[in-house]
């Protein structure tokens, strides 16, 4: 079962612990008394923190602790901070205190979300589980990818370690679809008979199935829904097109539905393993948690314990009844994925989590694929809480019904992010009142309800999130998200489903052509924060309130300014990203005569950077053609591939070898394509050694240094570099230029 007892008890002590919490918490009591208060919760806090685990009655009390500071605020806020000064004052103050309501009710969700993570192991099948394995169909959707891409997901579906009688592999076409070949655009039309011939012959030579439809209704699930009825697997294995299985997928996630039959889902993470843009262009990939890793890492597993671990759109095997009760996937909204299990949890059937990457796939390479995604994520669940709104629907539990609601409500940060970013101008600029506290009223309690916020942040997200810089991400997607949420507010019906480009390259380096916004928005914090400074030295008696709305004011300079080197797309002309390896292996040069002990550093499906020790590596030199030889550490099978030698470096006490493969066949092919995707293990690693967050002050100042190194870049772009372009036309004598070239700007 998925539930256990211990567990039930966990989750009254937690219900127990809040009820005694939100009784304490609106006792009224002395200045001096609360500040006590704050010393001795703060530091029971941090000894929490630092000497006991962070699991059971311990965490319990840590975040009750954390509660208690956040609603002494909340009572304090309420009580004391709210009069009426003219009606301006109090429009903008309740405007302030509605967004500070909302960030507090997300806290709270999130903080019962992931009160008690559970953590899966990854056991494998058991020999007495195997004589009852089921069926499995596994469903590649697609829509506009590239065939080589295309083929390496197919081939890694296709070497799943499954009984190949119970295992078929399904490719579904939605860009060769009936409308797409007949539709009145010629080139269009070509394209998809093209596209559509091209993936028949793919799947005939891999011994996959090709499947289309008639017409492109409901997207995705629309797409899957298609396929129910002509396949017959009693599990479904949802993969999306760039989603790489590994070879022991299937042997870590089958026998959970073998344990329980009313088990409709077990979802795994998504592993990515390309920098998405703002990690990409703000040089931070595998320097920091990358911003899906909280997710995957705490809040799912969070959900689980809940017992609202939710569907994700792949990577994740769902059972053919309990979708068949449901007509299949859902399709009202254009987050089939979270639809799907919500109305399926509703009906009585159960999930699980499994913290355990399986797949590895692709980011979007630019800042505006990333919005693409991040809008249809963000008006999906939006839509998705209008048109079935998890308290009113019958069949959740209320830990169900909050845990929705948890991932619902996230996606209006839109709204609280921008008012965030405007109430310091309230104060600053235009003189209203929107916050009557003293300093020792903000010292008091302001204070320490911020240092129980940043707190219970690292407590719970310490490995998987860096509290400021993350910030940056929720700041970028505020100014495109807002609008796009607003539409959804609107007209719930309206969105369209957009398909994510991935695997896209970049000839040169360019701005965003949605830059444009962050402009009007550095130039608007940098009005208010000089301002602001202007107004410290004129206005002595004010000067504790216009600190705290002054550093306020910076922050929100610091991310915007931040954001722009985000928004400065970097050069990226490799469609396959090199993947970490570290493994063993050997070379054979001359036909095996020479055999040489290699380090096979990284591995991407184009080739492979290895290292040799100096007296090994004088025997090799670029343009050479060798074998590499050794054992796929996800099959235990020997592999030799041959691969060319095309550059040489210096790498420590080792000197480095870039070379390509140079494969013969298609097996030679299937082999690169398991030795590069092929081992979980090598996904577990990897994501486990992702630095953890390193504290408020170092974070500061590295949002600092970010924010600085940007602010210089745009001025040498579009001041300085004109300024001398000018200057040397005006010298020679010939009629000066404006503009940035191509190679720097493409708005």
């Known amino acids: 079962m998925i539930n256990t007892y211990p567990q039930y008890i966990e989750r009254v002590l937690l ?27 703060i530091g029971a806090m941090v000894a929490l923190h630092r000497y006991a685990d962070h699991q059971g009655l311990a965490r319990i009390t840590f975040l009750s602790l954390a509660i208690f500071l ?3 605020y909340i009572h304090w806020r309420i009580l004391f901070t709210i009069t009426f000064v003219d009606p301006l004052s109090l429009l903008a103050a309740l405007t302030l205190l509605v967004a500070e309501f909302y960030g507090i009710f997300v806290f709270l969700l999130n903080v019962f979300v992931s009160a008690r993570p559970v953590q899966r192991q990854a056991t494998t099948t058991s020999s007495r589980e195997k004589n009852k394995l089921p069926n499995v169909d596994v469903f590649i959707p697609s829509y506009n990818e590239g065939i080589e891409l295309l083929r390496v997901t197919l081939i890694a579906a296709r070497e799943i370690h499954y009984p190949k009688e119970k295992l078929r592999i ?51 699930a629309g797409n899957m829904n298609a396929a129910l009825p002509h396949t017959h697997g009693d599990l479904i294995l949802i993969l999306d097109a760039d989603h790489v299985p590994t070879v022991d997928f299937l042997e870590k996630t089958v026998h959970y539905f073998i344990e329980d039959e009313k088990l409709f889902l077990v979802q795994t993470p998504h592993f990515f393993v390309n920098p998405d843009p703002i990690e990409k262009n703000l040089d931070l990939f595998q320097k920091m948690p990358s911003e899906n890793h909280m997710f995957y890492s705490t809040i799912q597993p969070g959900l689980d314990f809940w017992g609202g671990s939710f569907f994700c759109g792949s990577a994740a095997i769902l059972r053919r009844k309990a979708l068949l009760e449901n007509n299949g996937f859902s399709g009202e909204t254009i987050t089939e994925d979270a639809e799907t299990a919500l109305t399926l949890h509703s009906k009585g059937w159960r999930s699980c989590y499994l913290k355990y990457p399986l797949i590895s796939g692709l980011q979007p390479e630019t800042f505006s694929s990333f919005m693409v995604q991040r809008m249809r994520w963000a008006q999906g669940m939006v839509q998705l809480f209008l048109l079935k709104n998890p308290l009113k629907m019958k069949g959740l539990s209320w830990p169900q019904k909050l845990c929705y609601l948890s991932n619902m409500s996230y996606w209006f940060f839109p709204f609280a992010r921008m008012i965030f970013v405007f109430a310091p101008a309230a104060f600053l600029v235009f003189g209203l009142q929107i916050y009557a506290a003293t300093a020792g009223d903000i010292l008091i309690y302001t204070v320490p309800y911020i240092v129980a916020l940043l707190m219970a942040s690292s407590y719970m997200y310490r490995k998987v999130r860096w509290n400021f810089i993350s910030n ?12 796009a949420v607003m539409a959804v507010l609107k007209n719930p019906r309206s969105p369209k489903f957009g398909v994510t480009p991935k695997s896209e390259t970049l000839d040169e380096d360019f701005i965003s052509p949605l830059a444009r916004p962050f402009y009007w928005m550095v130039a608007a914090t940098a009005f208010i924060t000089l301002l602001g400074l202007w107004r410290f030295y004129a206005i002595p008696e004010e000067r504790s309130l216009i600190a705290f709305a002054l550093f306020w004011s910076s922050y929100n300079f610091l991310l915007y300014t931040a954001s722009l080197g985000a928004l400065m797309e970097r050069r990226q002309r490799r469609t396959n990203p090199r993947l970490p390896a570290g493994f063993e292996a050997t070379i054979w040069l001359n036909d095996g005569a020479f055999k040489l002990p290699v380090i096979v550093e990284d591995i991407s499906v184009g080739g492979t950077n290895i290292s040799l020790t100096p007296q090994h590596a004088e025997q090799v030199k670029a343009g050479d053609r060798v074998t590499l030889h050794g054992i796929n550490p996800a099959t235990g099978k020997p592999f030799d591939l041959p691969i060319e030698v095309v550059a040489r470096w210096e790498a420590g006490k080792r000197t480095a070898f870039g070379s390509r493969f140079a494969s013969e066949n298609s097996n030679q092919y299937r082999d690169i394509i398991l030795l590069a995707h092929g081992d979980s293990r090598r996904w577990l ?37 004109p300024m001398i372009g000018w200057l040397i036309s005006f010298i020679k004598g010939k009629p000066p230029t404006t503009g940035t070239s191509n190679n720097q700007v493409k708005q």
């Not at 539709?183 to 093209?194: I, R």
Request: aromatic share 10%; net charge positive.
């Open 685 to 721: 690693k990897w994501s486990e050694n992702r630095a953890p967050d390193p504290g408020i002050i170092k974070s500061t100042l590295h949002l600092s240094k970010i924010s600085i190194i940007y602010i210089c870049r745009y001025l040498v772009l579009f001041i300085i570099n």
């Open 15 to 41: 219900l127990l612990g809040l009820s005694g919490v939100l009784y304490f918490s609106s006792i009224h009591v002395s200045s001096d008394a609360q500040l006590a208060i704050n010393f001795m919760v």
């Open 472 to 483: 940056i991400y929720e700041t970028m997607q505020s100014l495109h998200s807002f609008n």
């Open 170 to 220: 399904y490719l579904l076409d939605d860009g060769g679809t009936h409308n797409k070949r007949h539709q009145p655009d010629q080139t269009k039309s070509l394209a998809a008979w093209l596209r559509r011939h091209q993936l028949k012959k793919l799947c005939r030579e891999l011994g996959v199935q090709y499947m289309t439809r008639h017409q492109n209704d409901h997207a995705k």
């Open 70 to 72: 956040v609603l002494r």
